[in-house]
């Protein structure tokens, strides 16, 4: 999945245009929805990208089961709610994308998955500054546990924490990675990451790349040596 973290429509469907074909997913984060409005999920769409909406819902469950209801209209095949609401938002969660589906405002019934911990998110800022005891990991398994009570599809975490997410939530159970790296790239504001190569070896499902493919003189080329890192 490569982040699409542009300013602009047009700056993201240029980005865009360079990766099709490819059969990578486009994740529309909070930077190019602001800008370009929900219209942006139907241009790529049309241009072949399954599209995962990474808005990070994190409300009371009314209004959580109103935006998941909306999200589902617009088509997109994966979007994400905050762990940290709890178990009935989560639950909202799934019965806006339901009573989408009942009315026919949609078409098919996006994945649903859930933020445990950002990746940016270390030992001190989890029991410093949040407050939540424990290790990083447990605080993610926590998530992870009540997620699947709630009936969603998966969670995003690190790529380090997916083995024990698979053995507490069973191997169907997804896993959306960010905090991807490849070797002798700039972590950025990332902490909890590994490369590419790591992540597939460690059991994860889905990917997400940015800046790594983004930002690279030749993005097309960028994502065919993280591709092919994966393949082998």
């Excluded at 241009?47 to 009371?60: A, C, W, Y």
């Excluded at 098919?108 to 500054?129: E, G, W």
């Excluded at 889905?206 to 092919?228: E, F, N, S």
């Amino acid at each position: 999945m490569v982040a699409l973290d542009k300013p602009d429509a047009r700056a993201a469907l240029l980005l865009a245009e360079q990766l099709q074909g490819s059969g990578c997913w486009a994740k529309v984060g909070l930077e190019l929805f602001y800008a370009a409005g929900p219209d942006i999920i139907g241009e790529l769409k049309a241009r072949g990208f399954r599209v995962f909406l990474d808005l990070k819902l994190h409300d009371i469950p009314n209004t959580v089961k109103g935006g998941s209801r909306s999200i589902a209209r617009l088509g997109v095949d994966m979007f994400n709610v905050h762990a940290g609401g709890g178990l009935a938002m989560m639950q909202a969660a799934v019965q806006g994308v339901e009573d989408a589906l009942d009315a026919g405002e949609a078409s098919a019934k996006p994945l649903i998955i859930a933020v445990t911990q950002l990746t940016s998110t270390n030992q001190a800022t989890l029991n410093d500054q949040l407050g939540i005891p424990g290790t990083v990991e447990e605080a993610v398994l926590r998530c992870a546990r009540l997620t699947k009570d709630a009936g969603l599809d998966g969670v995003v975490a690190s790529p380090l924490e997916v083995g024990a997410i698979k053995a507490a939530c069973g191997s169907t159970f997804l896993t959306v990675t960010p905090g991807i790296r490849p070797q002798g790239a700039d972590i950025g504001d990332q902490q909890r990451i590994t490369t590419p190569y790591d992540a597939v070896q460690g059991g994860t499902d889905y990917l997400v790349i940015g800046r790594p493919i983004t930002g690279a003189a030749d993005p097309a080329a960028a994502l065919q040596t993280i591709l092919k890192e994966m393949s082998s």
